[in-house]
């Protein structure tokens, strides 16, 4: 059983979508070290990014990401995705938080972003 939403959820729903993937794009291109996996890079160089869509936000590509995987099902009419999206969402960001603690230069890391 599916609900249907007034078109302006849709359309709602898909403006979000397009704000969502626009910062998560945002992010990669302002990040050269941008990875899906969380690690340094210490044969790049790597340093904590600061510029772009970082300068505002210090996971863009996770806020990005959760935008877009909460706008999705309100686009497309789906309580059942939207459901599925916020625990997508929830995962997210308990792996925001707690990522880096397993990372044995975690107190580094922490220590340059302020």
Same mark, same amino acid.
């Given at each position: 059983? *599916? ?8 359309? &709602?729903?898909? =403006? !979000? ?13 302002? $990040?050269?070290?941008? *990875? ?10 790597? /340093? %904590? ?10 996971? @863009? ?5 959760? =935008?877009?995987?909460?706008?999705? @099902? ?11 999206? &916020?625990? =997508? ?6 792996? $925001? /938080? +707690?990522? +880096? =603690? !397993? ?6 890391? $922490?220590?340059?972003? %302020?």
């Amino acid at each position: 059983m *599916s609900i249907e939403f007034p078109i302006g959820r849709h359309i &709602i729903g898909m =403006v !979000f979508f397009f704000l969502g993937s626009m910062l998560f794009t945002w992010s990669m291109v302002s $990040n050269k070290y941008f *990875s899906t996996m969380v690690r340094i890079q210490d044969e790049l160089g790597h /340093k %904590v990014a600061d510029e772009g869509s970082y300068r505002f936000v210090r996971h @863009p590509g996770y806020v990005g990401f959760i =935008v877009m995987a909460l706008a999705t @099902p309100i686009a497309l009419s789906s309580i059942h995705a939207l459901f599925l999206s &916020i625990i =997508v969402s929830i995962i997210f960001i308990i792996r $925001n /938080k +707690y990522g +880096y =603690v !397993f990372m044995p230069s975690f107190q580094e890391i $922490n220590s340059q972003c %302020v």
